[in-house]
């Protein structure tokens, strides 16, 4: 019945949030991977219009999972007070994909106010400086350190590195590290310990570290390492997990 069914997620919540320490976990149900995307989006929405109240800064990643977030989250017809930021630069060739198109999402969904951050994500030092000489860009990167809110991803270290298009011999070393997670930028071991960091456009590690409420979200079996890994950074967040990704946890830990 669907009253065991969601008996039976919130008791698998319970035992995920005892085995990483985290906070509180949310659990969608699996299907195949449109399937849990979706999901995961729909519980991610109703957790994150939870979380948000008005004159709040708001940073969103990028990725598959948190466009399906942006999908689910419900068009409001009166203004809200709250500015939605990417939390990062672009990366990668998918458009709707990008943090910049998903914050745009976001925002439009909230009636809110956007703050574009319309720089990629990996630039070198020299850009850097003639980026942040722009007072409207600076103005924008500043706002990355007051984040209230931050809405992301857990992306698999494997996969970021290829995204970011880093070469071979580069990734193999960062993988070789023991490399399984990785957040703007950082890449971490199980345990949560940093072994790599590439300089890039969005939020620092100690910001990440910083922001009052951080709501990640992830599903698969394949992402349980990578989930495992950030929640030894932030056990006081909020996760939205799927139960494929759940039980890998439970087997891991
Ligand atoms: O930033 C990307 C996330 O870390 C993971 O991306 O939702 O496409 O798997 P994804």
Not at 69 to 98: L, M, Y
Not at 226 to 245: C, F, G, H, N, Q
């Amino acid at each position: 019945s669907v009253y065991r069914e969601m008996n039976s997620l919130r008791s698998l919540s319970i035992e995920v949030e005892k085995c990483l320490g985290v906070k509180s976990v949310f659990i969608v149900e699996s299907g195949t991977h449109a399937e849990t995307v979706k999901n995961l989006g729909a519980q991610a929405a109703i957790v994150f219009e939870d979380h948000i109240s008005k004159g709040e800064l708001i940073g969103v990643t990028g990725g598959e999972t948190i466009y399906s977030v942006s999908e689910s989250i419900v068009s409001r017809d009166e203004k809200f007070d709250v500015t939605v930021i990417p939390a990062r630069g672009s990366v990668g060739s998918q458009a709707r994909f990008q943090a910049n198109t998903i914050a745009s999402r976001i925002a439009n969904k909230l009636n809110a106010k956007l703050q574009l951050l319309p720089i990629p994500e990996t630039v070198s030092k020299q850009a850097m400086e003639i980026f942040l000489s722009d007072s409207e860009m600076r103005e924008a990167y500043e706002m990355l350190k007051s984040l209230d809110v931050l809405l992301f991803g857990i992306g698999r270290a494997d996969v970021m590195l290829a995204r970011r298009g880093i070469n071979e011999e580069k990734s193999s070393k960062v993988l070789n590290c023991g490399a399984v997670s990785e957040a703007f930028g950082n890449y971490f071991n199980l345990k949560g310990d940093r072994v790599y960091s590439q300089e890039s456009v969005g939020i620092s590690l100690d910001k990440f570290l910083s922001i009052p409420k951080i709501i990640g979200v992830a599903g698969g079996v394949e992402k349980a390492q990578a989930i495992i890994s950030i929640s030894t950074l932030r056990p006081d967040m909020v996760l939205v997990i799927d139960e494929s990704a759940a039980h890998e946890i439970i087997k891991e830990v």
